[in-house]
């Protein structure tokens, strides 16, 4: 499930990227919940955790339902 989830976060990259932003994988646990870390102008925006969760979270449990949710680490 890691490659799958890789493949979906560098098609969102450029979005972020745009904004001066990036997203790190840094793993799935076992309970299928992705734990990601932001970077770059997205780790202090205060509008991080809306685009964690409705950016991030929405497209990867549009493309792999089995992931539960998304988390910042």
């Known amino acids: 499930m890691q490659e799958r989830v890789q ?4 098609k969102i990259r450029p979005q ?3 904004d001066g932003g990036d997203v790190e994988l ?3 646990t076992e309970d299928s919940v992705v ?5 770059g102008a997205c780790a202090g925006c205060p509008m ?6 409705n950016g991030i979270e929405q497209a ?3 493309e792999i339902p ?8």
């Open 48 to 53: 991080s955790q809306m685009t964690l969760k």
């Open 60 to 62: 990867l449990k549009q």
């Open 16 to 18: 972020l990227q745009a």
């Open 7 to 10: 493949e979906i976060l560098e």
């Open 66 to 73: 089995e992931v539960k949710a998304v988390e910042s680490v």
């Open 26 to 28: 840094v793993g799935v």
């Open 35 to 39: 734990q990601v870390r932001l970077q």
